[in-house]
């Protein structure tokens, strides 16, 4: 059974970074379109940042310049380093995974991914 288990979440003041780990178990996604997407409160789920099997990078407006996402391991696949971060990044943030390789994908559109994990809050204070 294939999961992917987010980490790294929490309370930050204004400003501050913190980095998000998802781990998957199951299967290896080392070299697999990846993303990270987020849901705050009354919001739908909206993209955030991904990065392709051949490690394009892909980021919302709102996140560019301040979030980055990498891939370092089979285990780890991807991460999300988030740097400066604000109030308005309040939310659960998902990792998301393509189940086949090397597919050319929309990398923003949630429904080109197969598996999601529960997601990780992070909370942002003013």
């Known amino acids: 059974q294939v999961q992917l288990i987010e980490s790294g979440g929490g309370l930050v003041q204004a400003g501050g970074s913190l980095r998000l780990s998802c781990e998957a178990s199951g299967r290896t996604f080392s070299s697999y379109n990846m993303a990270w997407f987020r849901q705050a409160p009354g919001k739908e789920r909206e993209f955030v940042a991904a990065i392709s099997w051949n490690g394009i990078t892909y980021y919302a407006d709102s996140v560019k310049g301040r979030f980055t996402i990498s891939r370092h391991s089979a285990k780890n696949p991807v991460y999300l380093e988030m740097n400066n971060l604000k109030p308005e990044d309040t939310a659960v943030y998902y990792c998301?995974?393509?189940?086949?390789?090397?597919?050319?994908?929309?990398?923003?559109?949630?429904?080109?991914?197969?598996?999601w994990g529960q997601g990780t809050q992070v909370t942002v204070s003013s």
């Open positions: 998301a995974a393509d189940k086949d390789y090397g597919r050319v994908i929309l990398m923003f559109i949630e429904s080109e991914y197969d598996y």
